[in-house]
């Protein structure tokens, strides 16, 4: 797939989509500190782009707050490193984020592992459960309506 795609989430926040064949330029141009400063490696020490990862970069207006990864496998799809600047509007920004997620792979088993509590009560809201843990990580799953 040859895609850059940019969703707008309620009016307030945009979300352009990497996946299959992206400027690598203007991907990196943006995420390449992610991927590179030893402050963010601390945050996110399993941050990798692999070739079969979507990328779902979130900006309020135009400035960056935030990005999730998507990776669709076999038995589930999913939702991995997660990562939201800290702002006064980090939670909404990261619950309707979620929520496009969620509506967006509704047909999908999904899984994420995330060890942040506010992040872990929205995807319960959102219908996630429970399903173990990993570290200090939560493991939380949501069947797919099929």
Do not use: H
Not at 101 to 119: A, G, N, S, W
């Amino acid at each position: 797939m040859n895609a850059v795609k940019k969703y707008e989430v309620k009016e307030k926040y945009n979300i352009k989509v990497y996946m299959g064949k992206y400027d690598k330029k203007e991907f990196y141009g943006q995420m390449g500190e992610f991927f590179a400063d030893r402050n963010y490696r601390k945050q996110l020490p399993y941050l990798i782009n692999d070739v079969d990862k979507i990328w779902y970069l979130v900006y309020d207006k135009n400035k960056f707050i935030g990005f999730f990864g998507v990776k669709i496998c076999t038995e589930n799809t999913l939702i991995s490193d997660i990562y939201f600047e800290d702002a006064p509007n980090k939670i909404n920004a990261f619950k309707y984020t979620a929520e496009f997620l969620v509506d967006l792979y509704q047909e999908e088993e999904l899984k994420v592992l995330t060890k942040i509590k506010e992040e872990q009560n929205i995807w319960l809201k959102l219908g996630f459960v429970k399903a173990g843990t990993r570290g200090n990580y939560l493991i939380l799953i949501k069947e797919g309506k099929k």
